[in-house]
Nanobody
């Protein structure tokens, strides 16, 4: 059974930082491209950042320079370090694992940026 379990979300003030973690089980983690998506109320789910098996990364323009995605294959974990958070970053953040056409999602975790 495949599971992706996110943690590290919560409430933070503008300018603050959070680190999200996603622990995967039931997959050969190192062979998967991992990504973080987010969905704000009333908006479509969007890609925030991705990291391939060879650690190439890509980011949404809105988070470049503020967010960093990384992975630890020994721990089957992908991270999203989020700095300089803005109210517009408020959303449910989802972890995604993708290999060819097979993809899996986590249950999502809330991040709220507010003063």
């Amino acid at each position: 059974q495949v599971q992706l379990v996110e943690s590290g979300g919560g409430l933070v003030q503008p300018g603050g930082s959070l680190r999200l973690s996603c622990v995967a089980s039931g997959i050969s983690f190192s062979f998967y491209t991992m990504a973080w998506y987010r969905q704000a109320p009333g908006k479509q789910r969007e890609l925030v950042a991705g990291i391939t098996r060879d650690t190439s990364t890509n980011y949404a323009d809105s988070v470049k320079g503020r967010f960093t995605i990384s992975r630890d294959n020994a721990k089957n974990t992908v991270y999203l370090q989020m700095n300089s958070l803005k109210p517009d970053d408020t959303a449910v953040y989802y972890c995604n694992a993708l290999k060819r056409s097979t993809g899996y999602w986590g249950q999502g975790i809330q991040v709220t940026v507010t003063s």
